[in-house]
């Protein structure tokens, strides 16, 4: 099936861990992001690539890194944890990066740090 | 400030209509965006509007008036499966996507 599948899709860890939510599209897009979503339901940004390249760094703590192997895969390593962190994440990919493309978003990680 | 509201949460019963409002100010426009989400998935596309006036895509609509700021998705012979989330989001100038926090639809027997 073509989607936009990420994993894992339920995370429990401890403060101070270091995890990794992977992310991966078979729908031939040109940019993937990485989404939040607080508790109150809103979706912030976090990053975007565009043809492995980082077009969109929102102002999140450096405790976050992507890592995009290529075109098809972007990763979200977290390191440090903590409790702020508990979100559910969701991976998205659109065709392209700066026109009115809809996005395709994976079916999230809730991420709980205790 | 950019901002996206919306009603936080709506009911309606099934069988019947129900208009859901957003309003926006944003640093230019490139498009607004309609999502639904159920709880505990992901959102999904529902519409898309860059040009003044209504779009009609089967039981959903959704209407744009760029001078106004404002948008409604309008949901029609509404099912039990319609009650969802329904996201509204903006692209400003910069092509960057301004979500409003959504509006949780109860539909009600």
């Known amino acids: 099936d073509t989607a936009v599948s990420q994993t894992p899709k339920y995370l429990v860890t401890q403060m101070g861990n270091d995890k990794s939510i992977k992310c991966e599209q078979n729908l031939g897009h040109d940019t993937m992001y990485w989404y939040k979503q607080d508790s109150k339901k809103f979706l912030k940004i976090m990053f975007s690539?565009?043809?492995?390249?980082?077009?969109i760094n929102e102002t999140v703590p450096n405790r976050f890194s992507p890592k995009s192997p290529d075109k098809a895969h972007l990763n979200l390593h977290i390191n440090s944890l903590e409790l702020g962190d508990s979100a559910v994440y969701f991976c998205?990919?659109?065709?392209?990066?700066?026109?009115?493309?809809?996005?395709?978003f994976g079916n999230g990680t809730r991420l709980t740090v205790t | 400030g950019q901002n996206i509201d919306q009603p936080t949460e709506m009911t309606a019963t099934e069988g019947a209509i129900v208009q859901i409002n957003c309003t926006y100010q944003?640093?230019?426009?490139?498009?607004l965006f309609w999502y639904q989400q159920h709880a505990g998935e992901a959102p999904t596309f529902l519409s898309y509007?860059?040009l003044d006036g209504l779009e009609e895509k089967g039981r959903f609509s959704s209407f744009l008036s760029r001078s106004k700021g404002y948008s409604y998705l309008l949901l029609k012979e509404l099912q039990m499966k319609d009650s969802a989330s329904y996201l509204c989001?903006?692209?400003?100038?910069?092509?960057?996507?301004?979500w409003g926090a959504g509006t949780k639809l109860i539909i009600k027997p």
């Open positions: 509007n860059v």
């Open positions: 690539y565009n043809n492995k390249e980082l077009i």
């Open positions: 989001a903006v692209k400003d100038s910069n092509y960057q996507l301004i």
């Open positions: 944003t640093s230019g426009f490139n498009g």
């Open positions: 998205a990919s659109s065709q392209d990066g700066l026109e009115v493309a809809p996005l395709h």
